[in-house]
């Protein structure tokens, strides 16, 4: 137990892009044969994997890795590995081992804070930067962090480019104080959507993560060494949906966007833009439905039952969702994404790993597009097994959550569901009532009092 114990120390060292860092910083460079099939690193972890009996850390050192050598990459990084999409690993958890979920405030968009692994050094990842003050809590939250060696994250992912999920972007990457690190940015900017058109932060992000001077990661999980430019984060029609494996063992698995979503947004783009424009999308503000008088006479059923009508945004469905598993626990982040593509994705890899028409079975889902009655389907949620569902959005411009939406997760979201609300708003204060709760049984939680944000453990 001692050599193994060495070992695993040894190789969760060797090849952690922290030491890496430190090394370089001292002068001592990345060498190539700390690399490869048979490098030092990838062979203590097989080695480690052998005496633990697991796969998931001999997973990693598969020949489809790509390599941070490999990719002629800066040494403080590594890629995040897409592996074979397979049963992941049944990890005994780490007693002291966290995975948590923070809905950050970010108005009526997303900002999610994650980390997993060890609680005193968690591993980090972020989703999307939804409004300009998004951007200071995570400034601040980044700062609290410490030395600069400390503000680290191994992702950062723009689902798509909508102004509450895109607006603290700019503010946060052009922040020049913050010395913080990301391994890794997933966003499907113009080049991967095929044209030069865009709006102007989407463009003016492309132009920040291609500066020369800030040699920012861009997609590096999927574009190889010599591409002019960075490949698009997309499912591939002939391909099983693409897993990756963050350092520290969070995996990541896309089901959101089809290429052909990309190509549409790609084609669309000058609309797509028009509809953006601050201004338009204050046209596409939505009322909030008449307060509730009668909790007697309130229709759950009927509302879990109205029809569904498909949301065309060609943005929202250009969303990057992903499963998220950390040992033997789940989250589905969903950003915009259509509810029929999610369907179509979630049913992909169940078949992959032998489970047809078995439920997925996640801890948590971030209802895609803030609870809007289009993207939470009882076919999707028939699809899951899930207790928890999370909500981010204030509330404001588009009237979010749906009670259509937040009907059918009470109704057919499993038992006694859980519902997370990153605010306490007049639109979801209702689901807190009593007597809905004793009638269905769900439960909700809300940020304390005079608070917003929300974390949630998995
Ligand atoms: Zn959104």
Redesign the pocket.
Known sequence: MTTSGQFERYAEWWGNPDLQWALAKLGVPERPYWHGEHGIVPTAKRIVALLRGAHRLASQTDGQRKSAVATGSPPASAPPAETRLATPAPNARHSTSIFAVEMLPAD???CLWIEYGDPSRPRRILIDC?AVSAARTVASRIESLGAPSERVFELFVLTHI?A??INGVLPLFGNPNLNVRFEDIWFNGWHQVGRFLGIKQGEDFSKLLEDPARSLPWNRAVTSKGEKHPAPIALSSDKPPPMFELPGGLRLTLLSPSADQLKRLGREWRQVLLELEPGKAMLGRRRPPPPVTDFAKFDLEALARKSVTKDTSVA?GSSIALLAEFDEHAILLT??AHADMLVKSIEQPQRERGRPGQKLKLEALKLS??GSANATTIPLLELLDCPRYLVSSNGNIFSHPDREAIARVILHGGHQPTLYFNYRSPLNELWDERVLRDRYGHKAEYPSEGKAGLLVRL
């Open positions: 009526n968009g997303d939804g909508d509450d999920h929202n950003g915009d597009h803030h």
